[in-house]
């Protein structure tokens, strides 16, 4: 008979898990491994909630397994490092991301694209190459092997660097691989949430004219004045919309619900790219007939590679770029993730894990 998660390792940990798709977490004991030879140990401290932990929970894409711990926006202390560990040291303030994994030897993880590794193991709902499954940073302590954990700047703020570990990397690799980070381009950003308002903070340190497509009006002040956004539609405004079309080099869509494309595909310019990062539980409609008159293309993006995420949080601590954050204690979560749920928040929720998070 398979272990039960209390017993799977030697750690005693512990955090809060979904136990079915209701949408409900709670408070879970699991174990993590001993830290082995290339691992390096750290104590959470804090702990962002991006929409995937939410899809997650409620079993959105249909893979879910629980108990289910969710959190890839995780960053912390280092406790302890294995003895081939080269790149850390306790005392260490660190980060992990969305995987903990990958093969390592196929062509994408030879090319630093561990993202698009076939193998690639998940900071949860994975199962780890030992078989047990891996859980993920609503918790207290966390285990990863020194190839998925990246350092932190010392300047960096560590609660609001925190959500750089997804939503940071989800818009800044697209931005760059895409050619939106070259002076002259207009780009998009639709949905001012946790990834939209970080891909806006990246995009204007690029240099590059931005413009928010929302469905809140009340994000217009925030995105102009704190995110530097040179101008602000609102997509339900048809007249807006319509004034707008043809003036987009590309635009990065994050909305996480099934919403219209061809309003999008209408803002691009000939040969304009539209980039998918959201990921709503059901395919969107695609006429093809906008794609055409245009010349314009669709694509998708998915998180980064281990070295563009230092990269990316390299550059993010140069450039003063975090979250703008809601920091949350563990015992808020259910109603932060209702929340969440109606885009109500501004504009990621963190979970102070260090101080807020106790066995009971
Ligand atoms: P979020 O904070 O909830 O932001 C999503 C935003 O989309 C909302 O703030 C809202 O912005 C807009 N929106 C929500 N429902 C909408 C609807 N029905 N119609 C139109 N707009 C709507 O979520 P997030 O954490 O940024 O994640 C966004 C999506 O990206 C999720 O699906 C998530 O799973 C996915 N994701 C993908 C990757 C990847 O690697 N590609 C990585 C991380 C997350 P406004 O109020 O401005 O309209
Ligand atoms: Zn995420
Ligand atoms: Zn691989």
Redesign the pocket.
């Known amino acids: 008979m398979a272990k039960s998660p209390e017993q799977e390792h030697p750690v005693n940990s512990f955090g809060w898990a979904a136990k079915d798709p209701s949408g409900l977490l709670s408070p879970f004991r699991f174990s993590r491994r001993a830290t082995g030879d290339e691992d390096v140990q750290f104590k959470v401290l804090f702990c962002g909630i991006?929409?995937?932990d939410l899809?997650s929970i409620k079993n959105e894409w249909g893979f879910s397994q629980y108990p289910l711990v969710p959190g890839h926006e995780i960053v912390g202390v280092v406790t302890e490092v294995g003895s081939k560990v080269r790149n850390f040291k306790v005392g260490d303030r660190v980060g992990v991301g969305?995987m903990v994994g990958s093969c390592r030897s196929c062509e994408n993880c030879a090319n630093d694209l561990e993202n698009y590794c076939p193998n690639i193991m998940l900071t949860y709902n994975s199962i780890y190459y030992d078989g047990t499954t891996t859980y993920g940073g609503y918790s207290d302590i966390m285990v990863a092997n020194e190839h998925f954990v990246v350092h932190i700047p010392d300047n960096l703020p560590l609660d609001a660097a925190a959500p750089l570990l997804?939503?940071g990397i989800?818009t800044y690799s697209p931005l760059k691989y895409f050619g939106f980070d070259k002076p002259g381009m207009h780009v998009g950003v639709?949905?001012?949430?946790?990834?939209?308002h970080v891909a806006v903070k990246f995009a204007k340190a690029f240099g590059v004219k931005v413009t928010?497509i929302?469905?809140?009006p009340d994000?217009k002040e925030e995105a102009l004045t704190q995110f530097g956004a040179d101008s602000f539609l609102i997509?339900k405004d048809p007249d807006q919309m319509q004034a707008a079309m043809g003036t987009m080099d590309g635009i990065l869509d994050?909305?996480?619900?099934?919403?219209p494309l061809v309003p999008l595909i209408g803002l691009l310019k000939t040969n304009g790219k539209l980039i998918m990062?959201?990921?709503?539980d059901r395919p969107l409609e695609l006429p093809v007939f906008p794609l055409l008159a245009g010349r314009k293309i669709i694509a998708?993006?998915?998180?980064g590679g281990m070295k563009e995420t230092q990269e990316m949080i390299d550059f993010a601590a140069k450039h003063n770029i975090t979250a703008d954050i809601e920091v949350i204690s563990a015992d808020y979560l259910n109603t932060a993730m209702e929340r969440?749920a109606k885009?109500d928040?501004k504009?990621?929720f963190v979970i102070d894990i260090g101080n807020t998070l106790r066995a009971s």
Request: aromatic letters at 2%; one cysteine or more; a positive charge.
């Open positions: 991006c929409h995937s899809h969305c997804c939503a989800t639709v949905g001012l949430g946790g990834l939209g928010v929302s469905t809140s994000k997509s994050t909305v996480s619900a099934v919403h990062l959201g990921a709503p998708g993006s998915g998180i969440l885009a928040v504009y990621r």
